[in-house]
């Protein structure tokens, strides 16, 4: 019963990264097919991802309040579900600043980084779901190596995007808005590395 009661805790993390899984791709799909009337009507689905995910976290603090063991502090439990839940608002923040700044079509870089923050979304979810087996995973470094690794590679996509709208660019009311997004952005890939630094954490704690 004990085995089956702490499984409950790994398998809502992993659906929690599933649903930053669906922003990330639902965010790529608004960026390739991008029409600024429906950015109103993708932004209404990505809330709906988001909502759900919240729905998830609040089941598992609900569960973790009643809980008298847990298979990981208690403490770490709530610290890696709000970074998993933070995956997604991330994402989410990213698509509000489309709508909110009423931009009209959508710059390249935008997609490499955007496609970036799925790559990203994909391997922590992968890494989470190795995280059940903690103790005697043989792969669950590499992810966290890896993950890094990405998140580097968006500063670098971050650094090119930015020099490049402030050299091609002369409206500067162009400048503000895609430098904003342009850091939700980078804010989204931050998020999945917390992620992976949350589970070191946790693994170098209970070896």
């Known amino acids: 019963m004990a085995k089956k009661h702490d499984a409950f805790y790994f398998e809502n993390f992993i659906t929690c990264t599933d649903y930053a899984c669906q922003a990330a791709n639902l965010l790529v799909q608004s960026f390739r097919e991008f029409d600024p009337s429906r950015t109103m009507d993708m932004l209404k689905r990505m809330r709906e991802v988001e909502h759900a995910a919240d729905e998830q976290k609040h089941e598992l603090l609900h569960v973790l309040g009643k809980a008298f063991i847990t298979p990981i502090e208690r403490e770490d439990i709530i610290l890696l579900s709000q970074n998993i839940d ?70 670098q996509l971050f650094i090119s995007s930015m020099h490049t709208l402030h050299t091609t660019s002369q409206d500067p009311i162009e400048i503000i808005v895609w430098r904003e997004v342009y850091i939700y952005l980078e804010k989204a890939a931050d998020a999945c590395e917390h992620v992976a630094d949350t589970i070191e954490s946790i693994v170098t704690k209970n070896s």
């Open 86 to 155: 933070d995956m997604t608002d991330k994402i989410e923040d990213v698509l509000l600043r489309v709508y909110c700044n009423n931009i009209q079509s959508i710059r390249p870089d935008a997609i490499t980084l955007s496609e970036l923050v799925v790559r990203c979304c994909e391997e922590v979810k992968r890494m989470v779901a190795e995280f059940a087996d903690f103790r005697h995973s043989k792969n669950l470094h590499d992810y966290i190596v890896h993950i890094n690794s990405m998140e580097e590679e968006s500063d």
